[in-house]
């Protein structure tokens, strides 16, 4: 939408007195209002305008259709997750989010949309920031410094905000609130080129003139804040009366104390450079509160809930006096209100709480219909305003369903118009590609303006996100081991700028076998691989033939085992496979009934699936995707392609309870579609398992989901079509062996969200094929995460946090001997709420009733081992503490973070260690990795990490352990 397209005078009515009373400042509120009117109020107003929301997704909503309808520059000012507990480790999205917030408001951002978390929460008076012009000189050898100053992190390469990467003459940054990563050519201190990239594909994006680096941090300390901070803590920690609680508050006190500028977050109110929002708030910026009655309430549980889980964790010695600080007070916040222009937009009339108004609006527009898809009414409902002499505006959302409607309409003999520059040009019907929620119909100035929801039944499809094999993979960094393709083993140990007939260039520096150094340029860095094995390989010899005879024995090796890989996998594809007909029609019929729009991914994941077994070949396809990145929905289209060729499909997953959820999501999926489903697990009786097998011999049954217990030798298939595979990583060696012998013949299906290093390495190395889904669905966040010692206060305020805004809580512990002891003393910790147990050596009854109990919402918390670690899907539980968590695998970590986060709502996650423990390196990468990959869709990443930290296993026999030679 162009800006000040709609503005108050073409619109008419009372909407030029309605910014004329803003104008003056007078206190005003609108009652009668549908969200779409009151974007459309907050995009009209001229001042600097602070648009208030009760939580993040109804921010992010207001902000799109803000900009939608206003074409101004529209943010969102988030809050931080967490302010009260002391973290070692957190991952930092809402932090990097927040900062992107402040400096578009102190920059005077037109429109900033903020939840009214952030508002109460402490701002800092001023963000250092670094900009860099095209053409302009900066000192390169300070660059560095000044941006670790700033809170950024030196990497190898950059994969995430917050982190910088150099080489040579090169800067790789990713600025926080950058939408991508880019890279600026230096020579000497003259900037040449600033030219952001994709950080998927890595293609170059149109250069920019400028560049303007955002502090990754809230605060920088000072000299004289450390000198406050010791002191207040020394203080604090003294005035603690209990051995536990002192001791706990020592301990983070002298961690603190070491890096101040890594715990600035907590240390906040201690700061001078420290603030609160009436500070930073524009002058003469309006404040629109949306809905004040929701707000108030909001607000008053935010203070209830922040002085509560104050108390509750100063008691344990997790908190300080100066811990509560962290919001700033009530009553400030509120006296700051009157003091500052301010409107209430309300659905109904009623009191706006914040403030008195002292002139009231009510607008009159009318709510359009919802078409759904449904063309012969909405060209009835057009042709009839256009007949009143109304214009027309349809948001269709995106450039294809654009052209279509155009074309309908042309159809219609309906012809439709550019957009002009106002509202007032406009004379007939506008299509525009551009998304908006819901419309209006606006009376005074004859306007009907259509959103993207009211039009359509399915919200238009999210950008398609499309990876390279490649980028799988991560460069080495200082200190790692490289593969030379002809050298061999190295290790590198920096970067050395040596001066050459062609000029200063920078290389590579690599260590060799007694003392040897080689330099590598950079620019030809392709010839150097990452090396993934043993952490601590021998150096190869320059020039030396123990390379050459180590490629050799390779060679041999692979020969050898060449007989084992025909066997397993090429043989396959020489095997002539069963031809599924497509059968358009019914697949359409089923594709049309999931109610929900495939993302670009899912889609493009559904197309090579049938693609395969539509073709010759026995398909071994890996689809690999996030947790709840819709991977059942694309199986479930491939088992009901094969169901239609009158063969059968067998879903293999590893747990009871994840059997029992598939079947449940199938039974509903497959529901109008006649196919005939069973569940063959432990929980059958005899006689349930002598049906299902009957069933299987016979061909009666269509689809059977089980565990390894459709493994066993009386399970007999009339006519098999289809194995798919979830999770295969959780299933044994033995197991696989197994499933092998099944699928030589058969289509086969793997899903996984982190792929076990030897089934990844294999899809990398084309032995299998690979469909991925990287994009998530469109309302799911990021699950905020934490490395935290584990304490019995955090895990009360942990929980009591969760319980108290209505969810449930899951608590991995991961010993069946000792969980019933675990779990009396969480219900000494938490008396107020119910706890259950479930493990997989359970009875069958009470295992179930566990489960169940926790699903039907009559349990609190449910203190379970790795059995929920695949599959339980339910939305309303948020919080996930992992106890010990530095004993479990990547997978398994990265799985289990996935169990939470499954709504639109924001999700915690706390990996806990016991602090006495030693850790192992392994384990403090495994934590370390699952902290830097928290964005949606890093499930790939963490595989090549785990990768890298395991190695790849031999991928060619029975055995897990060691690694290629």
Not at 88 to 113: P, W
Not at 421 to 439: Q, T, Y
Not at 617 to 629: H, S, Y
Not at 886 to 896: A, C, E, H, P, R
């Amino acid at each position: 939408m162009k800006r000040n397209f709609f503005n108050y005078e073409n619109l008419r009515g009372e909407y030029p007195s309605f910014t004329e009373e803003i104008r003056r400042g007078t206190p005003t509120a609108v009652f009668g209002v549908s969200d779409s009117l009151k974007y459309l109020l907050a995009g009209l107003v001229e001042n600097p305008v602070v648009y208030i929301t009760a939580d993040s997704v109804s921010a992010k909503k207001a902000a799109e259709n803000i900009a939608a309808l206003s074409g101004k520059k529209t943010e969102v000012l988030a809050a931080k997750d967490e302010v009260l507990l002391y973290r070692k480790a957190l991952s930092k999205d809402s932090l990097f989010k927040r900062l992107s917030g402040i400096h578009a408001l102190q920059s005077g951002c037109e429109v900033t949309v903020a939840e009214i978390d952030a508002l109460i929460q402490l701002f800092p008076k001023t963000l250092p920031s670094i900009t860099l012009a095209e053409g302009e000189d900066f000192d390169f050898t300070a660059l560095p410094s000044r941006l670790t100053q700033m809170g950024y992190t030196r990497n190898f390469e950059v994969e995430t905000q917050g982190v910088f990467a150099l080489r040579g003459d090169i800067l790789d940054i990713y600025p926080v609130g950058a939408e991508n990563p880019v890279r600026v050519d230096f020579f000497g201190d003259t900037i040449e080129k600033i030219k952001p990239y994709d950080l998927v594909t890595g293609n170059r994006l149109p250069s920019i003139p400028s560049l303007e680096i955002l502090s990754a941090m809230d605060v920088i300390v000072s000299e004289r804040d450390k000198e406050n901070i010791e002191k207040t803590l020394d203080k604090g920690v003294k005035s603690f009366k209990t051995s536990e609680a002192y001791t706990r508050a020592r301990e983070i006190a002298d961690e603190i104390l070491s890096e101040p500028q890594v715990s600035s977050s907590f240390v906040l109110p201690l700061l001078e450079n420290s603030t609160d929002f009436f500070s930073v708030l524009p002058e003469n910026a309006v404040l629109i509160f949306d809905e004040g009655k929701g707000l108030w309430d909001k607000l008053n549980g935010l203070y209830k809930e922040h002085e509560e889980r104050f108390h509750r964790l100063k008691e344990g010695g997790e908190a300080f006096d100066f811990t509560l600080a962290q919001y700033i007070d009530r009553e400030r916040f509120l006296s700051g209100v009157q003091n500052v222009r301010r409107v209430a937009l309300q659905t109904f009339t009623g009191n706006p709480f914040f403030f008195e108004p002292l002139k009231i609006f009510n607008f009159s527009a009318t709510p359009t219909s919802k078409y759904l898809n449904g063309f012969p009414t909405l060209l009835t409902d057009i042709k009839n305003w256009l007949r009143g002499g109304y214009r027309v505006i349809l948001y269709c959302g995106e450039n294809a369903r654009a052209i279509k409607m155009t074309e309908n309409l042309a159809e219609e003999y309906i012809s439709t118009v550019k957009l002009p520059d106002r509202l007032s040009e406009l004379k007939g019907v506008c299509v525009l590609d551009e998304k908006m929620d819901k419309g209006f119909v606006l009376h005074e100035s004859k306007t009907a303006v259509l959103g993207t929801g009211d039009l359509y039944t399915k919200a238009p499809d999210t950008r398609r996100i499309r990876r390279k094999r490649g980028d799988m993979f991560s460069a080495p960094e200082v200190g790692d081991f490289v593969v030379h393709e002809t050298h061999g083993i190295g290790k590198v140990l920096g970067t050395k700028k040596i001066e050459t007939t062609d000029g200063t260039k920078e290389y590579i520096a690599l260590a060799y076998k007694d003392g040897d150094m080689l330099y590598v340029p950079a620019e030809s860095m392709d010839v150097l691989s990452k090396y993934v094995g043993d952490s601590n390989p021998n150096l190869s010899k320059i020039g030396g033939a123990e390379f050459e005879r180590v490629k050799a024995r390779v060679k041999a090796s692979l020969k050898k085992l060449a007989f084992d890989l025909k066997q397993l996998y090429a043989e396959r594809t020489e095997r002539k496979g069963y031809h599924f007909p497509e059968n358009e029609a019914f697949m359409q019929e089923f594709e049309d009934a999931f109610e929900h729009e495939l993302t670009p991914d899912q889609a493009s994941s559904v197309e090579e699936i049938k693609a395969d077994m539509c073709s010759d070949k026995v398909m071994d396809r890996l689809l690999c995707g996030d947790v709840g990145f819709g991977k059942t929905e694309v199986a479930f289209r491939a088992v009901y392609l094969c169901a239609l060729a009158g063969k059968q499909a067998a879903l293999m997953c590893p747990s009871t309870v994840l059997c029992r959820q598939h079947l449940q999501t199938a039974e509903e999926r497959f529901s109008q579609f006649g196919l005939r489903i069973a569940a063959l697990n432990r929980f059958n009786t005899p006689k349930e398992t002598e049906k299902i097998l009957q069933g299987l011999a016979d061909g009666s049954i269509d689809l059977v989901i089980g565990t390894h217990r459709l493994l066993s030798g009386d399970v007999k298939f009339k006519n098999l079509g289809l194995l798919v595979l979830d999770e295969e990583q959780r299933f044994g060696v033995e197991h696989k062996e197994k499933i092998k012998h099944i699928r030589k013949d058969i289509d086969c299906l793997t899903m996984t969200a982190t792929p076990i290093p030897r089934t990844l390495h294999m899809s990398l190395s084309g032995i299998r094929d690979i469909s991925t889904i990287h994009t998530p669905p469109v309302e799911r966040m990021p699950v905020q995460t934490y490395v935290v010692e584990e304490t019995e206060t955090l895990i009360r305020d942990a929980c009591i946090r969760e319980l108290s805004r209505g969810g449930q809580v899951f608590i991995l512990y991961n010993k069946v001997e000792s969980i019933f002891t675990f779990a009396a003393s969480v219900r000494r910790i938490l008396p107020e709420a119910k706890v259950s147990v479930a493990h997989g050596r359970m009875d069958k009854n009470m295992l179930e009733n566990a489960v169940l109990d926790f699903y039907g919402g009559n349990s609190d918390i449910l203190v379970t081992t790795t059995i929920i670690e695949n599959g339980v899907d339910l939305p309303n539980a948020n919080t996930i503490i992992v106890i010990d968590s530095d004993k479990l695998g990547i997978s398994q970590l990265y799985q289990l973070k996935g169990r939470v986060g499954r709504s639109s709502r924001l999700a915690h996650a706390y990996f806990t260690y016991k602090a006495e423990r030693v850790m192992t390196d392994n384990a403090a990468a495994r934590l370390k990795a699952i902290m830097e990959f928290t964005e949606l869709g890093s499930g790939y990443k963490l595989a090549m990490r785990d990768l890298e930290i395991r190695g790849a296993g031999n991928v060619l026999g029975a055995e897990l352990l060691g690694h290629l030679d």
